[in-house]
DNA sequence: CTTTTGACGCGTA
DNA sequence: CTACGCGCCAAAA
């Protein structure tokens, strides 16, 4: 199993967030086998351009954006995930609780070899 | 080879 | 609420 694999998998489970959901860092992670949410940033600062995947949607446990720090692209961003329906509060999060998404379906995750619950 | 860094998370003070 | 430390693991230096 090489690492290049649990990258296809991140990105292939990221790529499951509807619009007008969002997701942890930690959540995917929890998801998919071997993974840290260290290494969902990673992935998520290295997607290849033939990959589709909608990183804006990945969030991390404070509900607020975590982008490379200094760069201008965390307000747009923030813009897009607006426009697809996720409203911000005054402290700039997202309101987790509401927005949340609640992962892919059982028989997804099993057949596509991730985690089916808590480990 | 070792050290540092990073789109993180969580417990503690 | 903020600040700090530790754990986590893959790339880069």
Redesign the pocket.
């Known amino acids: 199993m090489a690492?290049?694999d649990?990258?296809r998998k991140i990105y292939r489970l990221a790529k499951r967030i509807p619009q007008g959901r969002v997701a942890?860092?930690?959540?995917l992670?929890g998801i998919v086998p071997?993974c840290?949410?260290?290494?969902?940033?990673?992935a998520?600062?290295?997607?290849p351009d033939n990959e589709r995947v909608p990183?804006?949607r990945?969030?991390?446990?404070?509900g607020a954006?975590?982008?490379?720090?200094g760069s201008d692209s965390e307000l747009e961003?923030r813009v897009i995930l607006e426009k697809e329906g996720i409203p911000f509060n005054d402290?700039g999060r997202i309101d987790l609780a509401r927005y949340r998404w609640k992962g892919p379906s059982l028989g997804w995750l099993e057949k596509n070899g991730y985690h089916t619950g808590p480990v």
Request: glycine share 14%; aromatic share 14%; proline share 0%.
């Open positions: 690492t290049f649990i990258y942890t860092y930690g959540q992670a071997g840290t949410a260290r290494m969902v940033g990673y998520m600062a290295g997607i990183w804006q990945v969030v991390n446990s404070r954006i975590s982008l490379r720090g961003q402290s």
